[in-house]
């Protein structure tokens, strides 16, 4: 369904602080339409993955390729006018400004419209975010749920072909998490390719097709969510580094048992 | 009557003071930027004025539509070709790179415009005035001067909330690298909040060399005054900087009509007054 070069790719990415490695030479592609889930024990570095695509870090080697096109040298601004949107983990609304200023912001620069399509856009995104009621709101005034909602309008008003999600179902409730789902399952079926990275394993699953699980900066497994889920190698990572908070395989059948490893809420990375 | 004749002329001079302030507070505000080079660009913007107002024959006002403009010029490439790059290295090397800048701007000042000092032909700007009662009269010039700085800050303040690029701007100074993945050029609108920040300092500085007389080193006192009215009323508030500079501006003058070298310290210690009792300011609050 797609031209030669895939949405997005990596390169043999590699990313260090220090000592601490927290990407060795990671290969992927991810093709326009693809729904992407990423599991991962804190501190494996999905969160500074996200960061290296999305253009907040540089990576130390290797190349991010859009559309088959080097992007490892252009900036954050530049990476999402070219389509990469993005959430973070811990919410950064811009705190003194409306609710409705936040995506307006996003809609005029990210998405590259004028005031009229900008206002509509924005008005788009709040309704289909569930924010509406809240746009005349200051973002710093605004709980956890919402701010969790804002970093999805945010994103989503830049009007990503590449949508990458940092744990917004965290903390969440389940019906919160089920309206959540149903919202990016929605930005999927426009074509927007999403990655999602999430403890709460349930609520990707009812989302994506494929599933990675990243350790200690590399990709220990790729495949459907059942086979990764099953995969041994996961299973010990999961077993290892967080005792017990194992997401298990055919969760989806058995409803809520999935993995949220104990230290949930923590920075992954 | 002496007494409230004080009051009014330190309310103008505090114009003077909110004008000299609010492009300091608006670095300050956006980028977390303290350009202590500030006192000295206004100075070389009144010897710009003196060269345009001499060379072409103009008067001070229309001189201020030829070194304003240039100074945002000026401005957006010190932000884009010096600051950023310290910014990018750490807050304190803009510190020590402000610094620089000031020490080389004071003394290029001194090479080209010698260590004399000038003041500004206001013309008829500076003699004419409302004589408002035998004791209380407002210069013109004061008075334009006062004017400039409400209208400045109120335009600003407009800008920063109506206008596209405002709203970059606050976006900006919540969270940088948000606003960047929301797709705002971050160096770009840094840029921008520099020119507009120099163009306020172009301004401030012409009206100085319209009060008072000037050499290469009144940089230093002026920025000084610009921090004070800046601390006085509240980081990032631009409401507050001119409240700021209007409380710094009657302070000193009521000091000076207790004793003519006391104006100077008044103000300083309602400073450390409001530094010790509020330190937030009068109007804390962001760049909103």
Redesign the interface.
């Known amino acids: 369904m797609t031209p030669a070069a895939p949405l997005l790719e990596l390169d043999r990415v590699s990313k260090r602080f220090g000592r601490v490695v927290v990407a060795e030479s990671l290969s992927l592609a991810v093709q326009a339409g693809d729904a992407v889930g990423m599991v991962g024990p804190n501190g494996a570095g999905k969160s500074s993955l996200f960061s290296v695509i999305?253009?907040?870090l540089s990576p130390n080697t290797g190349e991010v390729l859009l559309d088959g096109r080097a992007v490892t040298r252009l900036?954050?601004?530049?990476r999402?006018?070219l389509g990469i949107?993005?959430t973070?983990q811990v919410p950064?609304?811009?705190?003194?400004?409306t609710v409705f200023?936040?995506v307006?912001?996003?809609a005029?620069?990210?998405?590259?419209l004028a005031?009229g399509a900008a206002r509509e856009l924005t008005v788009a995104v709040l309704d289909e975010t569930g924010l509406r009621p809240d746009a005349n709101r200051p973002a710093l005034r605004l709980g956890l749920l919402q701010r969790k909602r804002l970093e999805l309008a945010?994103?989503l008003?830049?009007r990503p072909r590449l949508l990458m999600l940092d744990e917004v179902a965290a903390g969440l409730t389940d019906p919160e998490v089920r309206q959540l789902v149903g919202v990016i399952q929605a930005v999927r079926e426009r074509g927007v390719a999403v990655i999602w990275v999430e403890h709460v394993v349930r609520a990707l699953v009812g989302v994506v097709d494929r599933l990675i699980c990243l350790a200690g900066g590399r990709f220990i497994s790729d495949g459907t969510p059942e086979e990764v889920l099953a995969s041994p190698a996961v299973r010990e990572v999961f077993l290892g580094t967080d005792s017990g908070g194992l997401p298990r395989a055919g969760f989806a059948e058995h409803g809520e048992q999935g993995g949220r490893p104990p230290s949930d809420g923590d920075s992954s990375s | 009557m002496a007494w409230l004749n004080a009051v009014v002329q330190g309310i103008l001079l505090g114009g003077l003071y909110a004008l000299f302030a609010c492009g300091l507070s608006l670095l300050f505000g956006v980028m977390r930027v303290v350009n202590l080079a500030h006192g000295d660009f206004a100075v070389l913007a009144a010897y710009l004025g003196l060269a345009v107002i001499t060379g072409l024959h103009v008067p001070l006002l229309w001189s201020t539509l030829a070194v304003a403009p240039l100074f945002a010029v000026v401005g957006y490439l010190v932000q884009r070709l010096i600051i950023q790059r310290s910014l990018e290295v750490s807050p304190l090397t803009t510190l020590l790179v402000t610094f620089g800048l000031s020490v080389v701007l004071q003394n290029a000042m001194l090479e080209g415009f010698s260590a004399n000092s000038h003041s500004l032909p206001s013309g008829w700007l500076a003699a004419g005035s409302f004589r408002l009662t035998p004791q209380l009269s407002i210069g013109h010039f004061s008075l334009i001067v006062f004017a400039a700085a409400v209208v400045v800050i109120v335009s600003l303040q407009l800008f920063l909330s109506r206008a596209r690029l405002g709203r970059q701007i606050r976006a900006t100074a919540d969270d940088a690298e948000a606003a960047s993945i929301a797709g705002t050029d971050v160096r770009h609108v840094f840029g921008i909040a520099a020119a507009i920040a120099f163009a306020t300092v172009a301004l401030a500085g012409l009206a100085f060399g319209g009060y008072s007389s000037f050499d290469p080193g009144a940089g230093t006192q002026r920025l000084i005054f610009a921090f004070e009215a800046v601390v006085i009323g509240g980081v990032g508030s631009l409401w507050g900087t001119l409240l700021g500079g209007v409380v710094l501006g009657v302070s000193q003058a009521l000091g000076a009509q207790v004793d003519s070298g006391f104006g100077v310290l008044a103000g300083h210690l309602v400073f450390l007054a409001v530094l010790a009792i509020r330190p937030r300011g009068l109007l804390p609050g962001r760049v909103t």
């Open positions: 999305s253009g907040d900036d954050a601004s530049a999402c006018r949107g993005r973070y950064r609304s811009f705190g003194h400004m200023e936040n307006l912001v996003a005029h620069r990210g998405a590259g005031a945010r994103a008003a830049t």
